[in-house]
């Protein structure tokens, strides 16, 4: 899970075939050419065709995510799964950082000292900092602050390039990717509670792929 | 998702809200308690509620894993998201610690030499060097993991305390659980085509809270 590209022949393989599989079982859907590259990614991470009907792109994200990774943008993640996951090397490449506040000790004392949530507080934190406007923003786990995140935007001007809103869970979490969508900013979300750090490293990895594809970077 | 209990109470309240939606809309299902509370927090992680279908415990799987963490055994795992995701506070308390041999680059070069996987390589290496006996070996992502895991069980002899086998894949994936559950050996298994990481970390903090919960050791 943490390759985009398997490193043997023998990986490979075993990814082409998985890929045709998922090809050949997917069924009838509506997602454009580059949309689909990232959607097959997710069901390849999960083995849940669900996602061809869950997964949600705003008009042109992921020209903008494509646009934002070849820039070097940071890449600012909710959960060190999502980082664990992703391949350094091809993000090192277009200069692009990835970034998680979740476990600085200032956000924990903030999130207990005003009973939100560490994720809320990571947020703040990177609003704070600057981060936010011109980053790859990827929730997997935390509806709290991906809805934190959705008032931001429409209330204090935050613009991330792309926000990959796929957080999973019971409370909150369908209502917290209904309002991402609802934004007038780039978004790619997992409509309704599934979601998680598989499924916002999938989404990444595509880009970065499809960013290779569009030329002029790394391979 | 790095967390097994949330730090604040707003973080819990959530929690506890999600574990009664999940009691109150999984329907009848044949599991003891024990298993019940590993299979409730896949569920929790995935949202996911045919893991109720698919978790396969052999007997005494939850006992020997509560005795293997509580034993301060080692936690060998495929990927880094899985130690990503694993709290390492609740594991260091029992003494156990968490490997992995995937990006070491011995394996990565006996992987391209002998034309296999980084993950089978890593567990021949995990083999080699006595760590695989008495260990709870979680693979969230390598079918092929599972299967050298499974052969090395059945004909080498090698005695896991605990295998978590909960590979998500379309090649292989199904085939490799099965091997797992067919052997003579304490296992817990995500039957089919689904897993990943997540399933791996959630199994794995259901067992650490229950063998909290026997008593004697941390709270």
Same mark, same amino acid.
């Given at each position: $899970? +943490? @390759?985009?590209?398997? $490193? ?21 859907? =509506? ?13 390849? =991470?999960?083995? @849940? ?31 060190? $799964?999502?980082?664990?996951?992703? +391949? ?17 000790? @200032?956000?924990?004392? =903030?999130?207990?000292?005003? +009973? ?16 936010? @406007? ?6 997997? +786990? =935390? ?77």
């Amino acid at each position: $899970m +943490n @390759d985009m590209r398997q $490193m043997t022949a023998l990986g490979r393989q075993i990814e082409d075939r998985s890929f045709a599989i998922i090809d050949s079982e997917v069924g009838a859907h =509506a997602f454009a050419a580059d949309e689909w590259q990232v959607v097959r990614r997710v069901i390849h =991470a999960t083995a @849940d065709f669900e996602f061809a009907r869950l997964m949600r792109f705003s008009p042109g994200a992921v020209a903008a995510g494509i646009a934002a990774l070849r820039g070097g943008s940071t890449v600012l993640v909710d959960v060190k $799964m999502i980082s664990a996951g992703l +391949n350094e090397d091809r993000l090192a490449a277009y200069g692009c950082r990835v970034v998680s506040y979740i476990s600085d000790d @200032d956000v924990i004392a =903030a999130a207990r000292a005003a +009973n939100t949530t560490r994720a809320i507080e990571a947020i703040r934190k990177a609003r704070r900092l600057g981060v936010l @406007d011109g980053a790859v923003v990827a929730i997997g +786990n =935390a509806p709290t602050a991906l809805l934190e995140l959705a008032r931001l935007v429409s209330e204090e001007g935050a613009r991330p390039a792309l926000i990959v809103g796929v957080p999973v869970g019971f409370v909150s979490a369908a209502e917290s990717k209904e309002a991402i969508a609802a934004l007038d900013a780039p978004s790619i979300v997992a409509r309704g509670r599934k979601g998680g750090s598989p499924i916002a490293v999938a989404i990444i990895h595509a880009l970065l792929l499809l960013s290779a594809a569009a030329g002029g970077g790394t391979t």
